[in-house]
């Protein structure tokens, strides 16, 4: 497994890369965003630690420009928790997780793992069910030729409901995934969103694209042959 670190604090990217080396990873190092696009293209590393508060790119800008360019490397991005950026935002441009500093090595390790884990396979570049299409990197979803008008939430969750298909997604997991880690509100939310959604990706007759698995939570037919 080939990792690129993103990081530009010296003392957190030795200590970073000497234990991941430790565990068996070949680990490359970049100390700015634009020095980070340029490895992920050379190194085509199998997943990527991104830290957010970067001289010049920030970790945003980076993760958006390789999702722009079709690298669907997994990636992991590290905030503090006193960014004034809205950790979401991470999410909403196609990170794939997020972990706030400071952070145990052992859950770093862990969340490395499930990314690793989900696969290196290419993502399509479109996501579809049921005559609905979303593209992660334009963040813009239609139904048929229509666009839908979905806010940047409702995409992160109807994105990560069509990356789940078939597959049963509770609200706990939705609440973990596309909303900011130190969001403390109910799955209420999730709920509300998930409603509000429906009514504007369904035609107004017709089957429902997001299911509800009463007591489980939502799902998505896979409809791929
Ligand atoms: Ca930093």
């Known amino acids: 497994m080939r990792i690129l670190v993103v990081e530009d604090e ?54 958006e420009r390789l999702r722009r360019q079709q690298v669907w490397t997994p990636i992991l991005m590290l905030t503090a928790m006193d960014d004034d950026l809205d950790q979401t935002e991470g999410l909403d441009i196609g990170a794939d997780d997020y972990l706030t500093k400071p952070f145990s090595y052992p859950v770093l390790l862990a969340r490395l793992r499930a990314l690793t884990r989900r696969g290196m396979r290419e993502r399509p570049a479109v996501l579809t069910a049921a005559g609905l299409t ?24 109807l994105e990560y409901l069509l990356r789940n298909q078939g597959r049963v997604v509770s609200k706990t997991e939705l609440l973990d995934h596309c909303w900011d880690a130190a969001y ?19 035609p107004a007759s017709g089957p429902a694209t997001i299911l509800t698995v009463r007591g489980e939570g939502y799902l998505v037919r896979d409809e791929t042959p």
Not at 23 to 48: H, K, N, Q, S
Not at 134 to 156: K, N, Q
Request: hydrophobic share 45%.
């Open 134 to 157: 979303l593209d992660p990197g334009s963040r813009t979803a239609a139904r048929g030729d229509a666009e839908l008008d979905l806010t940047g939430r409702e995409v992160a969750v």
């Open 10 to 63: 010296p003392a957190m990217a030795e200590s970073l890369s000497w234990g991941l080396e430790q565990d068996g990873y070949v680990v490359d190092v970049a100390a700015t965003g634009e020095e980070g696009l340029w490895l992920a293209g050379e190194t085509a590393p199998d997943v990527i630690i991104l830290d957010v508060m970067l001289p010049g790119l920030n970790g945003y800008q980076v993760c």
């Open 184 to 202: 403390d509100g109910g799955p209420a939310v999730v709920e509300v969103l998930v409603h509000r959604l429906r009514r504007k990706i369904d």
